[in-house]
């Protein structure tokens, strides 16, 4: 109930006057049944703009630590999260991360529709990024289509360094159906895995303009922050919302051009 009062009649209507996000190809959304949403991930904004255009409710995993705050800011966190749709992921990776990806498979086996961002983190500069296994773990496992979709200038909604987010129009794409009922049989086949992977972004890819870069954004973003890149960087699951001071992420400018994803996983965990 919390979810649709705060969709349809308080957060909902502000955003799309403020922003007037466009969209293109909703109907490629089952009107009912089971399907993953895989999205580039330019900004936290993603999950508040996209789920809104949807007209079924959508499912996000949210990092962990959002459920566990303490105090009253902590508390009322956790229960926003909750109250709005996200289920609990742990970021550590290994049995820890895959036990998380069963609340997942869970929303799909229940016929919803589950967000997910495949590059793992945000991107740090307008680029789409290695995608990580495990959104074609769940896809083969539960047996759903996979619906892409490109977030189109939610970067530019707050630049780096400012607080407030900007006031400009936002759009999404949202491509026909990828269904990979053929690999069904090879779920936990890594070299299967990569390929479906690889397919959905090379997908993104067209959908929304980005340069593809063939590594994994958690790892650039530690070499940004001059961080020597630890194999939890490359194995850290599915990506995540990540919030800062004001609500809206920190994004850069748009990138286009470039070629698709290739290449093997270089290491990375099962749990994607």
């Known amino acids: 109930m919390f979810y649709w009062v705060m969709k349809r009649i308080f957060l909902g209507p502000v955003i799309k006057l403020l922003f007037r996000p466009w969209v293109k190809g909703l109907d490629n959304i089952p009107a009912q049944g089971p399907a993953i949403i895989a999205s580039n991930h ?65 929303v799909l086996n229940h016929g919803g529709l589950l967000g997910i961002y495949p590059e793992g983190t945000r991107s740090p500069d307008a680029r789409l990024y ?86 994994y954004a958690a790892v650039v973003k530690l070499r940004l922050a001059g961080k020597a890149a630890e194999p939890e960087a490359a194995a850290e699951p599915l990506a995540v919302p990540e919030p800062v001071e004001g609500g809206f992420a920190q994004g850069t400018g748009p990138a286009a051009g470039g070629q698709g994803p290739k290449g093997d996983d270089d290491g990375t965990s099962a749990a994607g």
């Open 130 to 215: 290695r995608g990580k296994v495990g959104v074609a773990r769940l896809a083969l496992q539960a047996g759903v289509p996979v619906i892409p979709v490109a977030m189109i200038g939610t970067d530019k909604v707050q630049p780096i360094g400012k607080r407030l987010p900007n006031i400009r129009r936002i759009g999404m794409v949202f491509g026909e159906p990828l269904d990979f009922s053929q690999y069904r049989d090879h779920a936990e086949d890594r070299t299967v895995q990569r390929k479906v992977t690889d397919e959905i972004m090379s997908r993104l890819m067209r959908l929304s303009g980005q340069e593809y870069v063939d590594e």
């Open 42 to 106: 330019l900004s936290f904004s993603d999950s508040i703009f996209m789920p809104l255009m949807v007209h079924r409710p959508v499912v996000f995993l949210a990092k962990s630590e959002y459920f566990t705050g303490t105090g009253v800011k902590g508390r009322l966190t956790a229960a926003f999260f909750r109250l709005t749709n996200q289920l609990p992921m742990d970021r550590s990776g290994g049995a820890a991360s895959a036990a998380s990806l069963n609340a997942g498979m869970d």
